[in-house]
């Protein structure tokens, strides 16, 4: 579980490759997928404030 998070963390903030925020989604899904808590916050910011994908506050608001 926490290995999506952490991975998804590391291309967010640009770590493992640079700053790839769409590349980060999908392992961010895969971790909310999973439950983790911290992930589904950090995925619900993402949408809300359109870092890096397309925003969608109705949907953001769901993993808040």
């Known amino acids: 579980l926490k290995q999506w998070s952490f991975i998804a963390n590391d291309i ?3 770590d493992v490759i640079i700053g790839n ?8 899904l ?3 997928d999973k ?5 589904m916050h ?4 993402m ?3 359109s870092d ?3 925003e969608n506050k109705k949907e953001a608001s769901q993993y808040y």
Do not use: C, M, S, W
């Open 47 to 49: 949408l809300y404030f």
């Open 35 to 39: 439950g983790d808590i911290i992930t």
């Open 21 to 28: 925020k769409q590349e980060a989604v999908r392992f961010f």
């Open 30 to 32: 895969k971790a909310v």
């Open 42 to 45: 950090l995925y619900g910011y």
């Open 52 to 54: 890096g994908i397309q």
């Open 12 to 14: 967010y903030k640009g």
